[in-house]
């Protein structure tokens, strides 16, 4: 170029300005591949994918509709936030009926694995947080939880606990302003708050509620948290039952979503592999009519269940209780949708590669995107998993000196280069990462959750010295970066993390058995394969040195469990919050080698997890894991840790009966009975044997008279004759010296299991209507407690004792003895289910035959929330619902539109328990009721919209079909005298007129008795007939000797009046 003119004034045509040096100014490589990175070579040749969704606005779209209908409502014209509205409510259902636009939506979102369920879901929190513009006072609250095909190691309820402990941790993390409303509600909820049973069934439950809830356990007694056991765990003495899980549940997701402003999204993945804890936890809550502001998104992969999946009864039942299957309970019309997600489209595929690789225009791409396309099928997940395989083998490279990605082969030899299937595609890629990074993906491959960082230095470390050791922190951070740069890991936050999808977990698994490499001294730097394992294994196909080189590496793995094993265990016993760990730790020692474990051991902690299962209401995974203890034991050896042994055997014996496995459960009674050394090391077996028996035959005559011969064989010599029962009574007044029953309220509490055996034995005698032997077995029961100390099933041999007495006509003793049990139920505050069933008894069958109704109305109720939430028997938590209506009929109460709110709950229960019989009961209360309010036609016939008589008869066997009638009968032939319809009056004396004047339910019988003598001496004043006047003067009769003399007042030749206060009032 021409020099410089130094003579300014002088021009030279011949100079042209500036074309010295470059033509234009030097830019950063960023400018031109638009890469905020490029500047760094060791970035160059990494794929950096899009971060915006592809192809999903459909589903975008439904997903926000969902949101935005509970979210928003138009009043005036102006946005009204629902979350500020307050709501109230309780078991019973005193709120207001929930508005259509109100309450929860709930989406089931389907799709194979891999097709960007997830991916949809964040995406979807994403534009919903941007759109609301969310702050701290009013946040959007999003939980997330994961099941994984790791079912056995997953502790129950694994996703209903990551999404509570998230909620939790988010709800803590708000404002002061709002943490502390927050807090403020939860205080004040009478359900929640403290010292109430259900802050202690949450805590015990869901741990991770500690930051939001703590203190609200404070002062509780009998609570779930009140009584912790040993090492670690958090077993209430009284375990809470699924029903009580589930009630709790539904009330803390109340408290919360009627207290943000903003409705909250919770998100569980993968439902497929659910326990069945949580799909009956979830069936309940989806299907409630009583939650607000919750948004359900529930995934799972279409292709891994069928109809007979447990999933799939769940979506069909939740559609059909929100969508208006059951009239009297659905929620809302539409809200349950059902997405199926697809792969995505050639075109969707080719615009992904093409932005990938910063093409643009897809035009550019499109051999590329075909032969992709061909091995994905537009699998977003398969598909990026492709692009970096043909990244790593230089298929697609990128051209440092051209700035941009660049390939040179046909579609047919990019075919060619993409492994046969993704897991294939992931091994290799594990392959290229460094040892560090592929030890730390093969210890978390083992373990289904999220894991802090502490915990993996933990794992990582080859001691407990080299913990805090830096070179092992900087390691295993390096190693962190590394796999989470690379896909194989996502960050929950700065310092947990967990495998970023299972098919990861996969192939870290699968290529475990290449690793050959790894020595005890270097655990932390073992591999799961290595290139040169890989081809010398492929090379060497069989021989001695092969076998030792594959001994040598299960010896490995073997070590390595164990070490992974250990470390758990110590974590899950520092806090409740981590007994998730000793799940996965106790399902890696069942696994391993029988040989590289020790035994004993090995029981106590399959013993441990199994109570702790229990305790989350779980009783099928208690039962899995208290089995597979058995499944690789010898019973020789089993039985040289005697104690062990019969601590195990007894646990899997109640187990088994519990879950109606009689025969499994016989089958291990049959092993106690051989082995154990004591009478009384055999009393559970006796007991479960006469239980199993009893219970799958039905015979309770012959199942007393099998529990008579046990009792005998302990010694109590049970008398059968009349004499030797007189007797009886003479020692036991001489065993009282001459005090009442009242003195039995002194007793001692002692630990003394055989109570238990008495009143299952006094049980069969009162279902088999032998009074006498309820008698002589109290008598015996009552002995044995003044002697030795009362057991905690004694208030319940008292009770049985009062109903018994109450039958005879023997009132003033039933009433002493019934009141005797209740005070015994003081003596043993924590057994919650005892107390409840001995209260229900004792005012159902006893203290209500001479005290008002009114008064049993409200304890019946109470009883019935203690026995749902401390997991009472089946027929126990809706019995006591039965004691409670025919109590508040017999009280005279009024018929608003509460009861039938609680009559539908109720049923609502009995479904979900799979009690046909208990729900034709409790749908002929309703009938009943709508009957009276309404203005029908025909209000004497059961043929409603609650319940329909002939419908019903012909669904129920024998049995309960005359159980059915009677009730039914009984309630009819009330509404026809109401109503004076005289042929339904003669039809239903008819039916009655067959069964017993007896009845243990005294407002039942009462109500029963009541109007059958009205409407007999009624039809007979009228000389409409004469046929049911002996009928009507046995009842009158029966409620002389029921303790009702006032009841009836007869006088021969004259009018009959019968005083019953029992015309309802309605509302």
Not at 1 to 24: K, N, Q, S, V
Not at 572 to 593: M, R, T, Y
Not at 793 to 802: G, K, N
């Amino acid at each position: 170029h021409l020099p410089p003119h130094d003579d300014e004034d002088d021009e030279d045509e011949h100079y042209i300005e500036g074309a010295h040096g470059t033509l234009a100014e030097q830019k950063d490589e960023a400018y031109y591949d638009d890469r905020s990175d490029a500047s760094d070579d060791i970035e160059k040749g990494r794929l950096k994918f899009p971060k915006e969704l592809y192809g999903r606005e459909r589903e975008l779209k439904i997903l926000q509709n969902c949101y935005g209908e509970i979210a928003l409502r138009i009043d005036g014209g102006n946005q009204v936030n629902l979350g500020e509205k307050k709501i109230e409510s309780d078991a019973y259902g005193k709120e207001e009926e929930p508005d259509p636009y109100e309450g929860t939506r709930v989406v089931f979102l389907s799709g194979y694995s891999g097709v960007g369920k997830s991916a949809l879901v964040n995406e979807f929190v994403k534009r919903t947080r941007s759109k609301y513009r969310t702050t701290d006072e009013s946040p959007i609250i999003y939980a997330s939880g994961k099941y994984t095909e790791m079912t056995t190691a997953s502790a129950p309820l694994c996703a209903i606990s990551e999404v509570i402990g998230r909620m939790a941790s988010d709800l803590s993390k708000m404002s002061d302003e709002t943490s502390n409303s927050m807090m403020r509600k939860i205080r004040e909820s009478a359900l929640i708050g403290p010292a109430t049973e259900c802050s202690g069934v949450l805590l015990s439950t869901f741990p991770a509620l500690l930051p939001l809830m703590g203190d609200t356990s404070r002062g509780v007694r009998g609570s779930a948290l009140s009584n912790l056991l040993t090492e670690g765990g958090s077993s209430p003495a009284t375990p809470p039952s699924m029903n009580a899980v589930k009630e709790c549940t539904k009330t803390l997701f109340s408290v919360i979503g009627g207290a943000l402003q903003n409705p909250m999204i919770i998100f569980l993945d993968d439902l497929q592999w659910g326990d069945q804890a949580s799909i009956e936890l979830l069936l309940f809550l989806l299907s409630c009519t009583k939650l607000r502001n919750i948004v359900f998104i529930c995934a799972y992969r279409s292709n891994e269940v069928d109809e007979g999946h447990l999933l799939m009864k769940l979506i069909e039942d939740v559609t059909q209780a929100r969508d208006g299957g059951d009239k009297d309970i659905a929620i809302h019309p539409n809200s349950v949708e059902r997405i199926d997600l697809f792969n995505l489209s050639p075109e969707v595929i080719a615009q992904l590669i093409a932005d990938s690789i910063k093409k643009g225009d897809a035009k550019g791409v499109d051999e590329l995107a075909h032969a992709v396309y061909q091995k994905t099928m537009g699998n977003i997940f398969f598909t990026k998993q492709a692009l970096e395989e043909l990244v790593r083998k230089n298929v697609i490279f990128y051209d440092v000196m051209c700035f941009e990605w660049r390939w040179i082969v046909s579609k047919v030899e990019v075919g060619n280069h993409l492994s046969h299937d993704v897991i294939a595609m992931l091994k290799d890629k594990i392959l290229h990462l460094s040892a560090d990074a592929q030890h730390l993906l093969l210890v978390m491959a083992y373990i289904p959750r999220a894991l802090d960082v502490s915990i993996l230095k933990s794992l990582m470390a080859k001691d407990k010295d080299s913990v805090y050791d830096t070179n092992t922190q900087l390691t295993l951070m390096n190693a962190l970066t590394e796999a989470s740069d690379g896909g194989m890991l996502f960050s929950i936050d700065s310092r947990c993390y967990i495998i970023a999808h299972d098919l990861i977990r996969q192939a870290c698994l699968d290529g475990r058995q290449n690793s050959d490499r790894y020595s005890s001294s270097s655990l932390r730097r073992s591999l799961i394969f290595t290139p040169d394992s890989i081809e010398h294994n492929a090379n060497n196909g069989g021989g001695e040195e092969q076998d030792q080189r594959n001994a040598v590496a299960e010896e490995n793995q073997n070590e390595l469990m164990l070490h992974i094993s250990h470390v758990l265990e110590d974590f899950g016993s520092k806090a409740p919050a981590n007994e998730w760990c000793l799940f996965v730790a106790v399902d890696i020692l069942n696994h391993i080698q029988r040989e590289k474990t020790n035994m004993n051991d090995l029981v106590k902690l399959n013993l441990r997890v199994a109570k702790i299962a229990r305790n989350t209401g779980s009783i099928h995974k208690e039962n899995e894991l208290l089995h597979e203890v058995l499944k690789h034991s010898e019973l020789t050896v089993m039985w040289r840790e005697y104690d062990l042994a019969l601590e195990l055997y007894n646990a899997l014996i109640v187990s088994d009966h519990y879950l109606g496995f009689y025969f499994n459960a016989m089958l291990l009674i049959k092993e106690v009975l051989q082995s154990a050394r004591s009478l009384d090391d055999k009393l559970q077996a006796y007991l479960y044997q006469l239980r199993c028996k009893t219970e799958e035959t039905r015979d309770y005559s012959q199942g007393f008279i099998d529990g008579v011969e046990i009792l005998n064989l302990y010694g109590f010599g049970i008398p059968t004759t009349m004499s030797n029962i007189i007797k009886e009574e003479l020692k036991l007044k001489v065993a009282l010296r001459n005090r009442s029953y009242s003195s039995l309220a002194k007793l001692p509490v002692k630990d003394e299991p055989i109570f238990e055996l008495f009143m299952t034995v006094q049980k069969y005698a009162q279902w088999s209507s032998n009074v006498n032997c309820v008698k002589v077995l109290s008598l015996k029961s009552i002995k044995h407690a003044i002697r030795f100390g009362m057991g905690r099933h004694f208030p319940t041999v008292i009770v049985y004792f009062a109903a018994s007495l109450a039958v005879q006509g023997k009132v003033k003793n039933a009433q002493e003895l019934g009141s005797v049990s209740i005070s015994l139920c003081d003596k043993i505050p924590h057994d919650k289910e005892i107390s409840a069933s001995v209260r229900m008894k004792a005012h159902g069958n006893v203290l209500s035959q001479l005290q008002p109704f009114c008064n049993s109305v409200e304890p019946l109720l109470r009883c019935h929330e203690d026995l749902k939430l401390s997991g009472g028997v089946v027929d126990n938590v809706l019995g006591s619902m039965m004691y409670y209506f025919d109590s508040f009929f017999a009280a005279g109460l009024q018929l608003d539109s509460l009861l039938e709110s609680k009559l539908l709950l109720t049923e609502k229960l009995c479904r979900s328990l799979g009690r046909p019989g208990f729900l034709a009961n409790f749908q002929i209360y309703r009938q009943f009721v709508d009957n009276l309010r309404s203005k029908a036609e025909n209000p004497a016939e059961f043929q409603g919209k609650a319940f329909q008589e002939e419908e019903a008869v012909n669904r129920m066997n024998s049995n309960g079909r005359k159980m059915m009638l009677r009730d039914s009968s009984s309630y009819r032939l009330q509404l026809a005298f109401v109503f004076w319809n005289e042929n339904v009056m003669h039809q239903m004396l008819e039916r009655l007129r067959g069964y017993p004047l007896s009845d243990q339910m005294v407002a039942r019988l009462h109500n029963r008795l009541c109007f059958t003598g009205l409407a007999a001496f009624a039809l007979c004043q009228r000389k409409v007939t004469t046929s049911f006047l002996k009928l009507g003067k046995d009842v009158s009769d029966h409620c002389v000797l029921c303790g009702w003399p006032g009841l009836v007042h007869i006088s021969p030749g004259n009018d009959v009046i019968l005083f019953q206060p029992l015309l309802y009032s309605s509302a």
